[in-house]
């Protein structure tokens, strides 16, 4: 696997965040199920997570700071066990873009996920890709022996490390580029103090990829789309904000400011946004789930765990699922069940 900056990055911020806890040891809670949650391990960095199709089973973006990829995974919540997904090539007219070199020759090293549906009517999930080049890769899903396969269809060539993708209506997606600006040598010169590091990329059939003006954050992170396309938000890491940002307008809507470090972003059944992360470096493994009134731009806190043994460290990931939150993380071998 090829260590990108955006995964040096990580590693540098995740060592800081152990760094700092150093001085407070944080104490993990067995595998197993505990009151009011189930810690399920098995996994390796669940970096972000998204609903299979058939609204049951999770979709596993396992991510690895270096060394080995962890790959996709598919997780069961009736048997709380982790396959690792089949993945087939098949390149595809309308499918990504005629620089992608074609299919993958090293083992994909997934970082954000988003699924979709392509314009072919197929579903799909486009993948941020870290594995021997700086992609999106674009599987279509299928059902097989009980099972989701992913077949490769195509890709496109990230003009920057990317971190997270969100699918857009037509194909195209929008993709956070989060150390851009410091690659560049235009960002401010503390990563870790909030200020402006990267910025927004979209991405459209035909026509490639332009950077949304207004879209300067700190640590772009997660990144979704709401169904129509017109309205994206950006979770802003260092920058402890989620921004609303009009696609078509190409203009920032407004932003709301929060108490922990927001990393990817999931929509609810509903229709609120899940903001997940953690309290800060020197946290001792604390973290947040909050929902986000994608109106008002307010935030309602869901979930913060108590002092002592942490269920989870890392948190990056929170997706809710027949009323319960499953919760992620960019390191470790867990994700965590909280029961509604």
Not at 188 to 211: C, D, K, M, Y
Not at 216 to 232: F, L, S, W
Not at 312 to 338: K, P
Request: hydrophobic letters at 40%; a negative charge.
């Amino acid at each position: 696997m090829k260590l990108t900056w955006a995964t040096l990055t990580i590693g540098l911020l995740a060592t800081s965040l152990l760094a700092a806890q150093r001085g407070q040891p944080v104490q993990l809670l067995e595998c197993g199920a505990h009151e009011g949650l189930e810690v399920i391990c098995g996994t390796q960095g669940p970096e972000d997570l998204e609903l299979a199709p058939d609204g049951r089973r999770l979709i596993v973006s396992q991510f690895s700071m270096g060394g080995t990829s962890g790959g996709l995974a598919l997780f069961d919540p009736e048997t709380a066990e982790f396959t690792n997904m089949a993945i087939a090539s098949d390149r595809r007219e309308g499918w990504g873009e005629p620089a992608c070199p074609g299919p993958m020759t090293e083992p994909i090293a997934a970082h954000g996920i988003s699924l979709g549906a392509h314009p072919d009517g197929t579903p799909a999930l486009y993948v941020v890709n870290h594995g021997g080049r700086e992609t999106v890769e674009m599987f279509g899903m299928r059902e097989a022996g009980g099972m989701w396969e992913l077949v490769w269809h195509g890709c496109a060539v990230a003009s920057a490390d990317y971190n997270d993708v969100a699918i857009l209506p037509g194909g195209g997606y929008v993709a956070t580029r989060p150390t851009a600006l410091q690659e560049e040598g235009g960002g401010g010169g503390n990563l870790f103090g909030g200020q402006p590091s990267g910025n927004v990329a979209h991405w459209r059939p035909g026509e490639g990829e332009t950077i949304l003006p207004g879209t300067d954050a700190g640590y772009p992170n997660g990144v979704v789309a709401d169904p129509d396309g017109r309205t994206i938000y950006i979770a802003a890491w260092t920058g402890r904000q989620v921004r609303k940002y009009d696609l078509e307008d190409r203009s920032e809507v407004e932003t709301i400011t929060l108490d922990f470090m927001p990393d990817n972003l999931s929509w609810t059944p509903d229709g609120g946004l899940l903001a997940a992360g953690i309290a800060g470096f020197g946290g001792a493994g604390g973290f947040t789930v909050a929902e986000v009134d994608p109106d008002s731009m307010t935030a309602t806190t869901l979930y913060q765990p108590a002092a002592g043994a942490q269920p989870i460290t890392g948190v990056s990931v929170a997706l809710e699922v027949d009323g319960a939150l499953y919760v992620g993380a960019f390191q470790g071998d867990r994700i965590v069940r909280i029961d509604p």
